[in-house]
């Protein structure tokens, strides 16, 4: 019986390692699926690419591009960027554009406030989130203007809600734009605008470039 044994302790310990080795290598596989760009675990997951021959000013511009149909998170998002780039220029046409953005619920006088906080003086933020926009060249982007949103595994944790995410030039970690659905439509709503925080000075302001 003690051959039988050992070799029965054997077989029990090499399946155990075998077991432990594919676990090991499933976890380290669910945990590169959840990395994003940025190498943190949870960041983003799915990247789509949006590109803008020209930026909207009006609302009829704004309806006229394909994005208008609100039908993914991500088109709502790209388009609340867009919109915002119009901010300096012209702050009430802004306000109209994002109004069709967020649908049922228009724009509050405290969001309206909130916007000119962090925009005020500072409109190279929204720039910022554009393909070819550097502090070296205070935010200026390409032409046309690419832009992309991320989702994250956490961006569908609710029904009828999501967490989209945009890359700014001067900022290291992405940043969300939360938006709810409309389900009779199936269009997608901005609900929060939660991007717009200070990044790094663009070099021409930067007293100490």
Not at 10 to 29: H, P
Not at 93 to 118: C, F, I, W
């Amino acid at each position: 019986m003690g051959f039988f044994d050992n070799l029965k302790r054997t077989v029990t310990s090499e399946l155990g390692r075998n077991a432990n080795k594919l676990i090991k290598g499933a976890v380290n596989e669910a945990v590169k699926g959840v990395k994003g760009i940025s190498g943190k675990t949870g960041t983003a997951r799915k990247e789509v690419k949006f590109s803008f021959a020209a930026l909207p000013t009006t609302v009829e511009e704004l309806k006229a591009l394909p994005e208008a149909s609100l039908n993914t998170p991500f088109k709502t998002a790209a388009l609340a960027i867009a919109v915002l780039t119009n901010y300096e220029k012209d702050p009430e046409g802004t306000y109209a554009m994002l109004n069709v953005l967020k649908g049922p619920e228009p724009l509050s006088s405290m969001e309206k406030q909130h916007l000119q906080d962090r925009l005020r003086g500072k409109i190279y933020k929204v720039f910022s989130f554009f393909a070819g926009a550097t502090v070296e060249n205070d935010y200026t982007p390409d032409a046309p203007y690419k832009i992309s949103v991320f989702e994250n595994p956490y961006s569908f944790a609710e029904e009828n809600w999501a967490v989209m995410w945009v890359k700014s030039a001067g900022a290291d970690d992405v940043r969300p734009i939360k938006l709810r659905k409309k389900p009779s439509t199936g269009e997608w709503f901005i609900n929060e605008i939660q991007c717009l925080s200070d990044i790094r000075t663009p070099k021409s302001l930067d007293k100490w470039a």
